[in-house]
Structure formats: C-alpha cells, structure tokens
C-alpha cells in the first residue's frame, strides 16, 4: 500500500506535493475498494472487466515501424500519448504536453521558433540552414524543424514518440528521435462534437467536429479549432497585455474506398497564428534620467524577472503564420503486398517581430525581424507485404524543398551611440554632432534616427532515400530485424548581407559631406585623415550583423552528401510474456550552413546508439512496463550559441559550435489499471550526457563535462473515476519533474543556468496538473453522445521558471528573461453526438 512520506521530513512546496498525490493515490485505492461495484458498473464502457479486481488494460496500436503493430511488440522506446490524455492536460500543442513526455525537452516560447531536444540530442540554431536532430512528422509527413513545426493540436488520435535514432524508416530527420502526430480519419459512421473552454487571462478555446458519410464508399470529416489568451503580463509602458496566443485552424479529409482493395485519403489543414511576441522581461533597472545604462550589467544587481516590470518598446511586435497543407494518401492490397503511396505539399510564411533588450530606454533599443517562407513537396511510395517467416518493407522517398528567410536587425542611432560608446569609449553620432556644431555647421542632429540591417538567405534542397526494414521470425519467439537507408542531399545556399539601411541618417550625413565638415576639420588640424576616414566609415558601414562586411550581391554555394544508415535488432519473447530486445541503430543529419555567417557550411552529423530493452503486460494485474538502457555517442553536432565578443564592449554573434557528445540512461514508463476506476502511470528518464570533445566561447575544454540535461526527467498521473449525479465523475492530477540543468562553464554563457539570492535558472522544476470532470450517462456508458463538464488547473501550484536569460543586447548594459505561464484555471463544456 501507498504510505505518505515520514513526517520527520522537510515540508517544501514541492514535497509537500508529492505528499498530496501519494495521500490521493491511496484514498483513491481504498475507495476503488470499498465501492469497486459500484464503480464498475459506472465505468463498464471505458475500462473492460478482468478475472480479478484489477481491470484489463486497452490495447494499444501504433506505427513507429511503418506497420500497424501493438505497442508492447515494438521494440524501441516509445512514448504514446493519446487523445485522451491531451484533452485531459487541456494542451494545445506539443509545447503544452512536453513537460509529461520524459526525455523531451521543448521551448515553444516562439511557436515560429521552437527548439526541441530528445534524450539530450537537439539543436538551438532558428536559421532555414539546417535541420532538427528530432524530427515532427503528421501522419508521415516531416513537418520541418522551423515555422511548420508546432502547429496546434487538431483532431489528433494519438502521438508516438520513438527515442532514440529512427532514420531508418523516418529519415535523415531523426537522429536523435521521431515524434509522430497521427489523426483521426473520416469513418462511415456520423460523428459530431463540440468544446468550449474558458478560463483565467482571457482564455477562449473552441473545438467542433464533424465526421458525415457521404454515400457508401466516401465520408468527410471536418474539424475547427481556436485558441485565444490575452496574455499573463501587462507591459508597464503601454498597458497592453502580453504573454498571450491566438491561433485557429481547419481541417479536412475526404476519404474515398473505391474498392475493397484500394482506399484514398485527400487533406488539407490550414492554420493561422496572429499573437504579440514573446514578452522579453529587463534584468537591469533603467536609470531616472533615461540615460545609457551602466555598462557592463552587474548580475549581482539583476531585477527578479517574477516581479520585474515589463517594458517592451518594439512598435509592431508581433509573431504571425499563415500555414497550408495538402496530404493525398493511396493504399491498394495487391495479391502479394500492401501498396502506399504519399504525395504532400506543406507551404507557410512567418513573421516574428521581437524585443531584444527588455528596456523602454532609447539607448539600449534593440531588435529583431524573423521572416520566413518555405514551400515542401514530399513523394514516399512503400510497400510492405509478408513472405514466410519474413514481415518486410521497402520504400522509395523524394523531398524537395525551397525556403527563404530574412533576419532583421534593428536599431538607432542612439543605441549605436551608447554601444561603440561601450565598445570604445567614444560615442560615435554625438561625436559627429559635436564636430558639427564646433565647425558652426548648423540643424544638424544625429540622434534618434532608425538603423536595419538584414541578412536574407535562400536554401534550395532536395534529398532521395531507399529504404528497407525486413522483420525475420526466426522462431515463435524470437525475432531479428534489419533495416537499412540510403540517403542523397543536395543543397544550395546563399547568403546576402546588404548595406545597412538609414535613410533618415544618411540624410543629415550627406548634408555634413556637402558641407564639407570632414576635410575642413582635418585642414585645421582638428583631426587626422585616419580619424576623419575611421567616422565616416563607422557611420556608413554596418556594426551588427556578423560578417566580413556588406555584399553587394549574394554570395550562393551548392554541397551534396550521401549517407548509409542501418538499424539492427533482436528480440525474444520469454516465457510468461515478457519481451526482451537490443538494438544497433545509426542516425544521421545532413550538412548545413549557418544563416548568420557568410561561407559558413558544416558537413553531417551522427549518432551510433546501442540499447538493451524489456517490455511486456500483465493483464490480470492490469500493468503494462517497458525499460530500455540506451547509450550513444554523437559526432559532430552542431549547436548556434551566441558567442560573446572576443574584445570589451564588441558585439556578441551568433556562431555554429561543433562537438562530439555521449550519453548513456534509462527509459521507463509504467501503465497500471489498477482497478476498472483507477489508472496510474510513471514515466522517466535517468541520462547522463556528456562532451567527448569541445570547447566553450572563451576556449576552454569541456571535455568529460556535463552538457547541461538534467539528470532526472520524470512523468506521474492518477486518474480515478466514480459514479455521481447520474452520470461519472472523474479526477486526474499529472505531476512532472525535471532535476536541476547539469551546468558547465558554457550553460552560464548562455544563460541557461544563473543564480541569485532569490530566483535561479536552471534549477529542478515540477509542475502539476488537475482536472475534474463529471459526463452524462448516455456518455458514459454508451460513448455514443451526451455531454460533460469539467475544471481543469494547469500548474497548480504556480511555479514559474525562468526558462534563460538572454544577451544580445550586452554590449549595450541590457539583458532579459523569458518566463514560464502562472497557473491557469478553466471551465470547460463538451459534447459529442
């Protein structure tokens, strides 16, 4: 039986929480118990009755092996959330679940620009340049690492996530793991639901659903989902509200059998997304007087982002998406395989106008324009089929993809003032104006005027694969499967770094040359010819963006790689049911080029894992469990850092840093039906992951070191059901944990890790969920209809993680925060016919 822990221990938050689950866990148990009659009868429909008391766990499908197998015969570490369970977190999207997905780590602060890392494998560069080592595939479509990555949740069945390398069977996408998002298909049998929830900052989120035959071999299914918040923040400048979302989407899918044999599936989903950007919260205290700030920030002095005010002074900031995607799926059994055939079409544009500085102050103003185009066409044709003792499949995948991407930097003459004011104790525009003034020319003001620079990229790319996957039953128990891919990337790159643009600047500066200011000074000896060539070059070249200087022209490259990637496993069935498996699986990401850095190209990542795995169910214990020890090394994974300036005042840089990491761990994940009433889960992961060759930004070895995941990532939920009110009540409280970020002399630079007397970043973080919910009986008991209410709390007991500070703005005495969602509460009302 569940005891809680010895009241000798310390009482902290986040203790005491634990405490409260397992008080909830065993009041639940005793309950289920003492009314487990009752409870049955009320819960007959969801959970179906075993020989014991315990209650028989529902079969679970899924495809992670490009076949349709059950769960616990995939041999693979492999998460599954489902629909159920998205409802119950009230999540919107990935972002919203990541945090129960053990091994994953997710920011989806920017949904434009997410960054995502698998078992520790992941990668921090925004550019159009490269790929994620972690691959997001809808219904077996790669979605893209950027703008079309984390789109909202729309009628989705469930969600694997395969750790581990998947190139095999996923592509050259996966390296470091897969996360596959399946969706309900239109069915022959009429369907329509509805839900609206409402809750705390403004939250309005609205479902509807409907799934109508059309005839008796074509039904369509139609789905609409919006999402709005006004935000958790109010800036103090503006009074407007800031930290929110709003999004909505469509899809269809018209699914047509034309034969017993053959069935096509066409769908398109279409989303936009139109929201403020993410609040970026100033560390520094902005001086009375609106000078410059104090250079460099002290970090002793820093404001505690939890209660400092929020002054974002970008006119416009905004994120925005218009995305569009077109799927034609084609399956026909012939005589001796199953033929499929996948065409898709994805095409979306971005826009993410961010703060950088987190200060209303004009001397340290400073932002940042993403743009981003990108249009995708994918052909896979697969076949799969059974020969003897042989389940194989082979396939044949295209991918072409033509993407843009303009980076835009902005700023002013007075915050370029105070920066090579910083940089070189010399403030450039008020040093000119003082020129001005002392040579009697006369209007002249250099101060306050706009500055942009740009970076525009263009990637053209194409890759073919051929693959195969052969599953040999070499007994009844026994198995061994082999797979193996080819892989050809072609790419072509260019960048284009055009003079800064100032229109209003060079105006006043083209008065001064025609006034002859800089000769006349050196005539009079006032300066050198060097000095007077140094301040006309500074104010007409640019400072930010960098690179050698501007290009009038873009300057285009085109690389190519070819790449073999197999997958060897084993597994045995032994006796009482348990499977055990290992594994040899390697992983590989294709070359790339940094956005940021002209002529930067970096040639492919790897990854070789090896992994011993058990798994298996009890079905008259109701528990299903799996485990696998894993161990990889990584070589040459690239990671965009901002680099700090080599000299006092420079301007730090966004710069490709390669290493070779390793990292052995523990996958687990345990599913108990306790009783028909109540169901428990665990999930977690142990990894310890570390460099095996590389060096911070001021050169230090961090070989041997900690790369920075935390050792301990971990999922736990409850869900209890009773009768009530003539229908049935159910309670469900999820609680995730992550140990403390594992930092290294780099994890301060970056800003990943940072302490204070009363706020940190990197430090161990929990969060808990709670929903309450109570169904109609024809629900209930049926599934065929009625109707629900429900309270849902998400981060119940309000905890707020910094998630990283950072520094682009240094050189100008700024850095900022980014802020984790305070608890929120929400009513929700559904219904289903």
């Known amino acids: 039986m569940l005891q809680a822990p010895s009241p000798h221990l310390p009482r902290s938050p986040g203790h005491l929480a634990v405490c409260a689950l397992l008080s909830l866990l065993t009041a639940a148990a005793a309950q289920a118990q003492v009314d487990s009659s009752a409870a049955a009868t009320a819960v007959a429909a969801a959970a179906p009755a075993a020989a014991s008391s315990a209650a028989q766990l529902d079969t679970v499908i899924v495809s992670g092996q490009g076949r349709t ?24 999207n990935l972002g919203d679940i990541s945090r129960h997905i053990p091994g994953l780590e997710l920011d989806a602060n920017q949904a434009t620009q997410p960054r995502m890392a698998l078992r520790g494998i992941g990668s921090s560069d925004f550019g159009i340049g490269t790929d994620s080592p972690v691959g997001i595939y809808v219904d077996g479509v790669y979605t893209g690492k950027t703008g079309g990555a984390l789109t909202n949740f729309n009628d989705v069945k469930r969600i694997e996530v395969l750790k581990g390398p998947q190139g095999t069977l996923f592509g050259r996408n996966s390296a470091g793991g897969a996360i596959s998002i399946v969706s309900n298909e239109p069915t022959q049998q009429r369907e329509a639901q509805g839900l609206l929830r409402l809750g705390s900052d403004g939250l309005r989120h609205v479902e509807a659903l409907l799934n109508q035959p059309m005839g008796e071999n074509l039904a369509l299914r139609a789905s609409v989902v919006s999402q709005h918040s006004d935000g958790f923040l109010t800036d103090a400048g503006s ?29 398109y989903e279409h989303e936009k997304l139109d929201q403020r950007a993410r609040p970026a919260i100033g560390l520094v205290k902005e001086p009375a007087d609106g000078g410059p700030l104090p250079y460099p920030a002290d970090p002793t002095k820093f404001l505690d982002p939890h209660h400092a005010p929020l002054f974002n002074d970008v006119v416009g900031d905004a994120e925005k998406r218009d995305f569009d995607a077109l799927t034609l799926r084609i399956e026909h059994s012939l005589a001796w395989a199953d033929f499929t055939s996948t065409t898709a079409y994805r095409k979306f544009n971005t826009l993410n106008r961010q703060d950088n500085d987190g200060t209303r102050n004009p001397n340290a103003f400073l932002s940042t324009t993403n743009l981003e185009g990108n249009k995708s066409w994918q052909q896979e044709f697969r076949l799969s089929g059974k020969q003897g003792s042989v389940d194989w499949l082979a396939g044949l995948s295209f991918y072409q993809e033509r993407a843009t991407q303009s980076a835009l930097i902005d700023a002013s003459s007075t915050s370029l003032d105070a920066l090579t004011a910083n940089a070189i104790g010399m403030p450039l525009f008020s040093t000119i104006g003082g020129l001005a003034q002392l040579a009697g020319v006369p209007g002249v003001d250099l101060l306050g005027l706009p500055w942009q620079e740009a970076m525009h990229n263009q990637g053209r790319y194409r890759a073919g694969a051929l693959y195969g996957d052969a599953i040999w039953h070499l007994t009844t128990k026994t198995n061994l499967t082999a797979g193996l891919r080819l892989t050809r990337d072609q790419k072509r790159f260019s960048w284009h770094n055009p003079l800064r643009s100032a229109a209003g600047l060079d105006a006043q500066l083209d008065g001064l040359d025609a006034a002859g200011l800089f000769p006349a000074l050196v005539a009079a000896g006032a ?12 104010s007409r070249n640019n400072m930010l963006v960098a690179t050698s200087g501007a290009t009038a022209a873009p300057l285009t490259i085109q690389r190519s790689w070819t790449d073999l990637s197999p997958r060897l496993v084993l597994d045995h069935k032994l006796d009482g049911g348990p499977m055990i498996y290992a594994s040899l699986t390697r992983g590989y990401q294709a070359g790339g080029f940094n956005t940021l850095q002209v002529n930067s190209v970096f040639e492919p990542e790897h990854v070789s894992n090896a992994e011993l795995g058990l798994k298996g169910q009890s079905n008259s214990l109701g528990l299903s469990y799996s485990a696998a020890l894993f161990h990889y090394r990584f070589d040459n994974l690239q990671t965009m850092d901002l ?4 000299t006092a005042g420079g301007l730090p840089a966004y710069q490709v840093t390669i290493s070779d990491q390793q990292a052995s761990g523990l996958d687990v994940d345990l599913q108990w039906q306790a009783t028909q009433a109540l169901r428990l889960g665990l999930g977690a992961e142990l990894i310890n992951q570390t460099y095996r060759r590389g060096r911070s930004s001021d050169g230090q070895d961090l070989s041997g070191q900690a790369v920075g995941t935390p050792r301990l990532s971990a999922s736990v939920g409850a869900n209890y059901l009773w009768a009530a009110f003539g229908g049935q009540a159910s309670s469900g409280l999820q609680f995730a944990y992550s140990s403390a970020q594992r930092c290294n002399p780099e994890s301060y630079v970056q800003g990943q890790c940072f302490e204070a007397a009363a706020w940190r970043v990197g430090g161990p973080r929990q969060r808990w ?10 629900r209930a008991k049926a599934g065929d209809g009625g109707w629900g209410l429900a309270l849902i709390v998400n981060n119940l007991l309000n905890e707020q993680p910094v998630h990283k500070i950072w520094f682009e703005a240094a050189p100008l ?18 219904a289903s016919y």
Not at 74 to 92: D, F, H, K, T, Y
Not at 529 to 537: N, R, V
Not at 643 to 646: C, I, L
Not at 769 to 778: C, E, I, M
């Open 239 to 267: 009074g407007q509200r800031a930290g929110g979302e709003d999004a909505w989407g469509l899809k269809l899918g018209l699914r047509w059998q034309a034969s017993e044999d053959t069935h096509a599936l066409l769908s």
């Open 69 to 92: 197998q059950q769960l616990q015969s995939v041999p693979i570490a492999l998460q599954v959330i489902g629909a159920e369970q998205i409802r119950n977190l009230a999540a919107s």
């Open 643 to 646: 680099v700090p300036a080599s």
């Open 813 to 830: 005495g700024s850095a900022y925060a980014t802020l984790a969602r305070p608890r929120s509460l929400a009513l929700e009302l559904h």
């Open 769 to 778: 969920d709670l929903r309450l919910g109570w169904d109609s009986q024809a």
């Open 527 to 538: 300066l050198s010819q060097a000095e007077a060539d140094g301040l006309q070059a500074a």
